[in-house]
């Protein structure tokens, strides 16, 4: 109980730093006026204050009080909203054992966190009784969405073994082979190679930090003949940390101009870094316009992943291949979601969001102190990815050298997007528990030896180039020099 009550206090704080009450260097309030505002003893608010900071939140100032801590002065990475699309080459699809390695990087593994009970399974009762799935499992599904704003109907939901399988489908049962899709990068690197796999053109348009030039977008899709939209939800990972609410009701209105088919892939919205839930694509659509694919991956070895689509209006082109395709999960592991689907998705992911977003400022923090000044970062407005830009490039080389050692810490940019600079980008899960392992490489493999030869940071497998003299002066005369504010950093930061 009292394990649970300093818990409690935690919420609290979260929640104060999440409405802006508490920012980076305020005092926190005396411990005995809040144990008399939340009702708690003296001890147990003495006890929340110490869990605070040892996960490094508030800090102690002798004869002074608590302060809340500024966590790191890594500065915000800036995405450049892309101009123009870039075109998918059958070049660019990655090999099988890549894809293997990399897939761990995209994987929520912060299983521990979730009550272990939830799934406890018996594997002599995994057969399949519906090709849809269970109705008190898309009950629980339809509840769930519901409170995530997304209304659907149980004869509109699906049930599958992974989500991709459904994109599979939905892309096989919506388009042809040869037509055109739109893809918003970053983004998970399974949406634009199945396009290509399914003998589809993917068409990329880079988003910034906050999404892309609609008229930019209105213009593709009449030009190219779009016949699909494959939209990375502002939750996927990595893009749309800081997509509106408004941006979001203008993409559907461009959609319903275009009466255009389109795909949300959304596999991050139960992460949400705030205590309400934020609006997807999908909570829009009143015309069945999005076919909406969401589902929990990494969440438990019993459970490694399950996903579900709402077909949305697609439902008679849909259901008869998703029918004979035989894609749902046996009843047990349908059954088993069901606790884990009742809960709100407030307190059913609390702990591992709340981890999650410590994770992350303890990360900025690591990356100021591996490369000062040259490294920036931005954290999802929902999952569990830092994507983080460095001045300097790292080289396919050097991934595919960072993938040969089996760690899973680390994504490059070059498999998230095709902007011109996604050489200069990677990210970071913040679920796993190696990521002081992936930081020793990067210190080691990339930002340690300032002799490294052009050839090992060149930006294509096949293109090298030539660093002159004052560039390189130029890098070596801003090592020590950060190109930020700190104390604008401070007044600026952002514990989202």
């Known amino acids: 109980m009292a394990e649970f009550l300093y818990q409690g ?33 003296l001890n ?42 870039h075109y998918s080459k059958d070049k660019d699809i990655i090999s099988p054992e890549e894809q293997i390695s990399y897939q761990k990087a995209l994987t929520c593994q912060a299983s521990e966190l979730l009550e272990q009970d939830v799934f406890s399974l018996n594997p002599h009762n995994l057969s399949i009784h519906h090709p849809q799935g269970e109705t008190a499992v898309r009950q629980a599904l339809s509840h769930y969405l519901e409170q995530l704003g997304v209304q659907t109907k149980l004869d509109q939901l699906w049930l599958a073994n992974n989500p991709n399988q459904l994109l599979m489908q939905s892309l096989q049962s919506l388009t042809q082979v040869g037509d055109k899709v739109l893809i918003l990068t970053p983004c998970d690197y399974r ?5 290509q796999a399914l003998g589809r053109e993917a068409v990329c348009l880079n988003a910034g930090e906050r999404g892309v030039d609609l008229d930019v977008v209105d213009k593709i899709i009449e030009q190219d003949e779009i016949k699909l939209l494959l939209f990375p939800s502002q939750f996927s990972f990595p893009a749309g940390q800081a997509i509106s609410n408004l941006s979001l009701r203008r993409w559907y209105a461009l959609i319903e101009k ?23 694509l999908k909570s829009l659509d009143q015309t069945g316009l999005v076919a909406y694919i969401g589902g929990f991956e990494g969440l438990h070895d019993a459970l490694p992943s399950i996903a579900w689509l709402q077909v949305g209006r697609y439902e008679k082109p849909l259901a008869q291949a998703l029918s004979v395709a035989g894609l749902c999960p046996g009843e047990d ?8 689907l009742n809960q709100s998705p407030v307190k059913a992911f609390a702990a591992m969001s709340r981890s999650i977003w410590a994770n992350a400022e303890k990360m900025k923090s690591a990356l100021e102190r591996l490369n000062p000044g040259h490294l920036s970062a931005v ?26 050692s089996n760690l899973h810490g680390l994504i490059p940019g070059h498999l998230l997007s095709l902007a011109e600079d996604a050489n200069h980008w990677f990210a970071v899960n913040l679920s796993l528990n190696q990521t002081q392992v992936s930081l020793n490489w ?5 930002f340690t030896s300032s002799e490294k030869s052009k050839e090992e940071v060149s930006t294509h497998k096949d293109e090298t180039s030539t660093e002159t003299t004052s560039s390189k002066k130029e890098r070596e005369d801003s090592t020590d ?7 604008l950093d401070l007044i600026n930061h952002d514990f989202g």
């Not at 006890?47 to 890594?74: A, D, T």
């Not at 009466?259 to 609006?279: F, G």
């Not at 990067?442 to 990339?446: D, M, N, Q, R």
Request: proline share 7%.
């Open 442 to 446: 990067l210190e080691k493999e990339c």
């Open 481 to 487: 020099e950060p190109l930020y504010n700190p104390m």
């Open 333 to 340: 592991l349908q059954l088993a979601l069901i606790p884990l």
């Open 379 to 404: 954290i999802n407005k929902g999952g569990h990815s830092l994507w983080v830009r460095s001045n300097s490039p790292i080289s396919i080389s050097q991934w595919q050298a960072y993938q040969a």
């Open 191 to 195: 949406l634009r190679h199945t396009v």
């Open 258 to 280: 275009h009466d255009l088919p389109s795909i949300e892939w959304d596999l991050c919205s139960h992460l949400p870094n705030r205590p309400q839930a934020v609006m997807s």
């Open 44 to 85: 147990t608010v003495i006890h929340g204050y110490e869990l605070l900071s040892q996960q490094g939140w508030i800090e102690s100032r002798p004869k002074s009080g608590y302060f809340v801590c500024h966590q790191s002065q890594v500065r915000p990475a800036i995405m450049l909203a892309a101009d123009h699309p």
């Open 9 to 41: 206090l935690v919420d609290w704080f979260q929640d104060q730093v999440e409405q802006n009450k508490l920012t980076a260097g305020d005092k926190m309030p005396s411990l005995r006026k809040l144990a008399k505002e939340q009702g708690m003893s």
